[in-house]
């Protein structure tokens, strides 16, 4: 069974460009997270999906950072525009529902912000 | 903030068995404790969970303490490739909610 998906791996960007990451989850699995991973710290929760639903951002910086999860199955991440700051990995997780215990993990992007 | 507290780093020999602590005094009765790991360069990657009995699987054992303030993960013959940062977690308001400290970089030496 494939795990979840994210693309790119790595993006290097100046600041004040847009830049979007894609997370395509475990099939089936209904919740999705978003996380951001500063450099030795652990990962923050930005945003978590019931199906198409945010049902939780409050910590997603909502004047730079966007969301979707159209259709409920893959899901977009985007922040316009970026700053040096956001240079971090953002990782994306999935579970069955929002009951199960087990959150899987994507690879992560690490974006770059110069 | 996190839950649990967990020493910075620790090391381990390869073959040994690796005990990793974790306090989480202010628990309350219906939370579980979680532990997750990161390999570097990748996702955290669900480990173990517990509510008050012992647990194990095929990658480690949990133990947590009759009052339940505190746990250790048990990995019982680390490898080189178990050279990780582990996270204890307890989650807040539900499993969907975790929030990760620090966590504990072990390092496992040949």
């Known amino acids: 069974e494939a795990g979840v998906v994210q693309s790119p791996r790595y993006k290097i960007i100046e600041k004040k460009q847009p830049v979007a990451f894609w997370c395509n989850p475990i099939?089936?699995?209904?919740?999705l997270y978003w996380y951001l991973q500063n450099l030795g710290q652990g990962p923050e929760l930005l945003i978590r999906?019931?199906?198409?639903?945010?049902?939780?951002d409050s910590q997603l910086p909502k004047d730079r950072f966007s969301a979707e999860r159209l259709k409920g199955v893959d899901s977009t991440l985007k922040i316009q525009p970026a700053e040096l700051g956001d240079s971090a990995v953002y990782l994306c997780?999935?579970?069955?529902?929002?009951?199960?215990?087990?959150?899987?993990f994507g690879p992560g992007t690490r974006l770059t912000v110069l | 903030d996190a839950k649990t507290t967990q020493p910075t780093s620790m090391d381990c020999a390869e073959g040994r068995a690796a005990n990793l602590p974790c306090n989480h005094s202010?628990?309350?009765?219906?939370?579980?404790v979680y532990w997750y790991r990161q390999i570097h360069s990748q996702g955290p990657q669900y480990i173990i969970h517990?509510?008050?009995n012992n647990e194990t699987n095929e990658m480690a054992s949990l133990i947590i303490t009759e009052d339940r303030k505190s746990s250790t993960l048990i990995l019982p013959h680390a490898t080189l490739r178990d050279t990780a940062v582990y996270y204890c977690?307890?989650?807040?308001?539900?499993?969907?909610?975790?929030?990760f400290g620090k966590g504990t970089k072990l390092t496992v030496n040949p």
């Open positions: 997780a999935s579970s069955l529902d929002r009951h199960t215990d087990t959150q899987y």
């Open positions: 099939s089936g699995h209904n919740t």
């Open positions: 999906y019931e199906n198409e639903e945010a049902v939780d």
């Open positions: 202010t628990i309350s009765g219906n939370e579980y």
């Open positions: 517990g509510l008050k």
């Open positions: 977690i307890v989650p807040q308001g539900g499993s969907e909610k975790l929030v």
